[in-house]
């Protein structure tokens, strides 16, 4: 079963708003990371937050993680209509990720 | 710098036909290398994932094999498609030192 499950499933927002994608997971990780995946594409790493961590920065880019409610939040600022792809959490266990559904994430030129 | 070649990048298969997909990894040296489905629409699934030459391990019994017979070669097979098989195929490489995965661009296979 998956381990990381993604919130919401899908998320429209106009550009320059903020966009928050959250994951829950259920065992203990490594780390977290996101990815983002335009249609039809490979993923491309985001950002990675290790469990000992709990926010960091990338541009636009600001991941938390809290560990005692295993879960873990990315949020997009100021979105761009290219921002537009989905976005996976994965979780890193014994050197294996596991990824979450992701989240459809459109925005509105 | 490195780089993850996949091909083909998409593939029409009939029912019963073997398959065989390449991945090749440039600028690394010993590789952790992994092979994932991805449904339409839905999260990758792991299915195979290699720590080196030779070394394959299976996280999903099905109807597919992998091997690596060079460092930066991983290659995903089957004797007879069936089509369940239909999906698209990713193929990621790890460096040792790294807890991140650089992704390929994906072979979309169709099984009809």
């Known amino acids: 079963s998956q381990q990381g499950e993604e919130d919401p499933q899908a998320l429209s927002i106009q550009e320059g708003e903020n966009a928050t994608m959250n994951c829950s997971y259920k065992?203990?990780?490594?780390?977290l990371q996101w990815y983002r995946q335009n249609s039809g594409r490979g993923l491309v790493h985001l950002i990675l937050?290790?469990?000992?961590?709990r926010e960091k920065h990338s541009g636009r880019l600001r991941v938390t993680l809290d560990t005692s409610k295993k879960s873990s939040s990315l949020l997009i600022t100021a979105s761009r209509a290219a921002d537009t792809a989905s976005y996976f959490c994965?979780?890193?266990?014994?050197?294996?990720?596991?990824f979450g559904q992701g989240t459809i994430l459109t925005v509105h030129p | 710098s490195q780089t993850i070649h996949q091909w083909p990048a998409t593939l029409v298969q009939p029912v019963g036909s073997p398959l065989s997909l390449e991945c090749t990894v440039e600028?690394?040296?010993?590789?952790?290398l992994y092979w994932y489905r991805q449904a339409a629409g839905r999260g990758l699934q792991l299915l195979f994932y290699s720590v080196g030459i030779g070394q394959i391990s299976s996280e999903v019994p099905q109807n597919l094999s992998a091997s690596r017979p060079q460092d930066r070669q991983f290659i995903l097979s089957s004797k007879k498609l069936l089509l369940s098989d239909s999906g698209f195929y990713l193929c990621?490489?790890?460096?040792?030192?790294?807890?991140?995965?650089?992704f390929g661009p994906g072979t979309r296979l169709t099984v009809l």
């Open positions: 065992t203990s990780i490594n780390n």
């Open positions: 994965a979780t890193e266990s014994y050197g294996k990720l596991t």
């Open positions: 600028g690394t040296s010993n590789p952790n």
């Open positions: 937050i290790r469990s000992n961590e």
């Open positions: 990621a490489w790890e460096g040792r030192s790294y807890n991140e995965q650089f």
